[in-house]
């Protein structure tokens, strides 16, 4: 089963307008949940990342906003650029930064200048 | 420039045969794991190894095994390779506070 549900597959946003991605998860023991930017032909690197006791991290313009009552979070980028343009993982961990990553299928972004 | 460097960068091989494949961490990192990524799809978990002992292992089977070494390097060795071994096979490695930093990875084609 999938323990971590990410939407939406694909997403189109004109440069300068706000990219927001989606996270859902089951497993209440998670307790570290890292977004991940990935280029074509790189590894996936790591852009921000939250624990649940906080709702909501700011680093720049990538925003992560974690509801732990609904099991969810998301990643917002602010004045989405071309560069910006890569696939998103969220993913989640139960033994913090050191567990092993439960990753969501990623969001393609494509941000149009 | 990541410092977890994995070699080869690409990889074609025959259904049946053996493969491994190298990864070399940052001085310091004890921690390393691999992913595997099918195309379209996020990274799975294979195991992780710490101060070279297996320290978890995901759902893949026992001819995905593994070994680390005293100078942060690393290996995933896949015995009876399949059609569905063909994926993009990433190394994560960490210090013992740090978080993942993950290599460009190796692609692994079976035909």
């Known amino acids: 089963q999938q323990q971590v549900k990410q939407s939406p597959q694909s997403l189109i946003v004109q440069k300068g307008g706000i990219s927001i991605i989606n996270c859902a998860y089951e497993?209440?023991?998670?307790?570290?949940f890292p977004w991940y930017q990935q280029f074509p032909g790189k590894g996936p690197a790591l852009l921000i990342a939250i624990r649940p006791d906080v709702s909501e991290k700011k680093e720049g313009r990538f925003t992560i906003s974690f509801n732990k009552s609904a099991k969810q979070f998301s990643l917002h980028i602010m004045d989405s650029q071309p560069g910006d343009s890569a696939t998103y993982f969220c993913?989640?961990?139960?033994?913090?930064?050191?567990?092993?990553?439960?990753f969501g299928k990623g969001t393609k972004l494509s941000v149009k200048p | 420039e990541t410092g977890v460097t994995q070699s080869p960068t690409h990889l074609i091989k025959t259904r049946g045969q053996q493969v491994t494949l190298r990864c070399s961490s940052q001085s310091g990192h004890n921690t390393v794991s691999w992913y595997q990524q099918a195309l379209g799809q996020g990274p799975q978990f294979i195991f992780q190894?710490?101060?070279?002992?297996?320290?978890g292992r995901g759902n893949f089977p026992p001819r995905f095994s593994g070994l680390q070494f005293p100078n942060y390097s690393s290996e995933l060795n896949v015995n009876a390779l399949e059609l569905d071994d063909s994926a993009l096979y990433l190394c994560?490695?960490?210090?013992?506070?740090?978080?993942?930093?993950f290599g460009s990875g190796t692609r692994l084609t079976v035909v």
């Open positions: 993913a989640a961990t139960e033994g913090g930064s050191q567990g092993n990553l439960i």
């Open positions: 994560a490695s960490s210090t013992g506070q740090g978080r993942n930093t």
């Open positions: 190894y710490y101060r070279e002992e297996e320290n």
């Open positions: 497993n209440t023991a998670f307790d570290y």
